[in-house]
């Protein structure tokens, strides 16, 4: 029989005071932090302003990211990292940086981090060294650091009606994404339709026609017609396989996501692996999504990262199917800097789907997809489609 795990032991007192004590310490970092990102809002109209906020910033996070990890241990549940992916270049960082709401959290904790260090964490050691003070600091402690805690997490965390606000903006967006995708979908297939099948069938037409004004007047001439149109069928119907294609490739709805992706890898001008570990199918949708998201990052491991092996990998835990692409190339992969990255994550996005990319300098390059689904039984997976 299994049983749950175990919450995470709150630290003593003896650990609180090594806490407070460090964060004391730090507090004359962010004074002088606090300074300089003030100097720096200042000559912001000069160039010194700027590399001095984008100096200062990530320095500040760091110190953050420390009392973040404190008081999750203080209350025993996670208080996460919130910041938004800062991608390379100057003014892309900078950017970021100015528009994450987090950056302007951060800058209102500062002055009241370094008034809580010197009130409650000094507090704390005073009581820790004295003699007569000892028991009063014994129990009294961890209160005051859980206060410390508090005050941290409140400004260092967003708020459930802040995430919920977030969310909603999140879906908002990915939902207008996914119209315009969709939109543009419609219009392609209008136009291979128009352009290929379409043509191809007025070209049968008027050959069926002059075959049929030629037949009793020259019937060689209309047997040559007729062949002519049977060629032309031919080739009007594998534009309509193109299409269909397109649509949703009769390969995923034979073999599943696991054998269409090796199919993909397959077709690859490097060695490729798959290992697909997956108990059953993802809804077509998803699945479908899942399957151009891969193509898409293959292509670009082929056309950009100059890689001499890639692999992937394919599972499913926790309600998130997830797909990790990656490569041994040059790295250095900007998911900002290329329509095909952006084009991926619109695709995800419209499943509530995400897309992480690592990428350092040298390689390796890691793409990991995740959608949220569950999977059907194997039992009851779809029939393959017929030919």
């Not at 302007?104 to 005073?126: E, G, K, Y």
Request: hydrophobic residues 50%; glycine residues 8%.
């Amino acid at each position: 029989m299994s049983t749950a795990p175990e919450s995470p032991k709150p630290p003593g007192p003896f650990l609180l005071t090594g806490y407070a004590a460090a964060q004391l310490g730090m507090s004359i970092a962010l004074l002088v932090l606090f300074v300089l990102w003030v100097l720096g809002g200042v000559l912001a109209v000069l160039w010194v302003g700027l590399v001095l906020l984008i100096a200062v910033i990530p320095a500040t996070r760091a110190i953050a990211n420390v009392h973040r990890r404190m008081a999750a241990r203080v209350f025993g549940s996670p208080v996460p990292d919130p910041y938004r992916p800062a991608p390379g270049g100057f003014f892309t960082r900078l950017r970021v940086y100015a528009t994450d709401p987090m950056t302007w959290r951060d800058l209102a904790w500062m002055p009241v981090a370094f008034v809580a260090s010197f009130t409650i964490n000094l507090t704390v050691l005073i009581l820790a060294l004295g003699v007569v003070t000892w028991f009063i600091w014994w129990f009294a402690t961890p209160w005051l650091m859980r206060a410390r805690a508090a005050v941290d997490r409140w400004f260092l965390a967003y708020s459930r009606t802040e995430k919920l606000e977030q969310r909603v903006q999140v879906l908002t967006e990915t939902r207008a994404e996914a119209v315009d995708h969709s939109a543009a979908e419609l219009r392609r297939l209008e136009r291979d339709l128009h352009d290929g099948a379409q043509a191809r069938l007025v070209a049968l037409s008027m050959s069926l026609g002059m075959a049929d004004a030629a037949f009793d007047e020259d019937p060689d001439q209309a047997r040559r017609l007729i062949q002519d149109a049977r060629a032309t069928t031919t080739s009007a119907i594998g534009d309509l396989r193109s299409v269909v294609r397109g649509i949703h490739p009769p390969v995923l709805a034979d073999r599943g996501l696991g054998g269409a992706v090796q199919a993909i890898a397959l077709d690859m001008a490097i060695p490729v692996s798959v290992d697909a570990r997956l108990d059953g199918r993802p809804p077509a949708p998803v699945e479908a999504c899942v399957y151009f998201a891969v193509a898409e990052c293959l292509a670009n491991v082929v056309k950009h990262s100059g890689a001499r092996n890639a692999w992937i990998t394919l599972s499913h835990g926790d309600g998130v199917l997830q797909a990790v692409v990656g490569d041994d190339g040059a790295g250095g992969a900007d998911p900002q800097s290329g329509t095909g990255m952006l084009g991926v994550m619109r695709r995800l996005g419209a499943f509530d789907g995400t897309m992480a990319v690592s990428s350092p300098t040298g390689g390796p390059t890691l793409i990991t997809l995740e959608v949220p689904c569950d999977l059907s039984s194997p039992r009851t997976m779809p029939s393959s489609a017929p030919d």
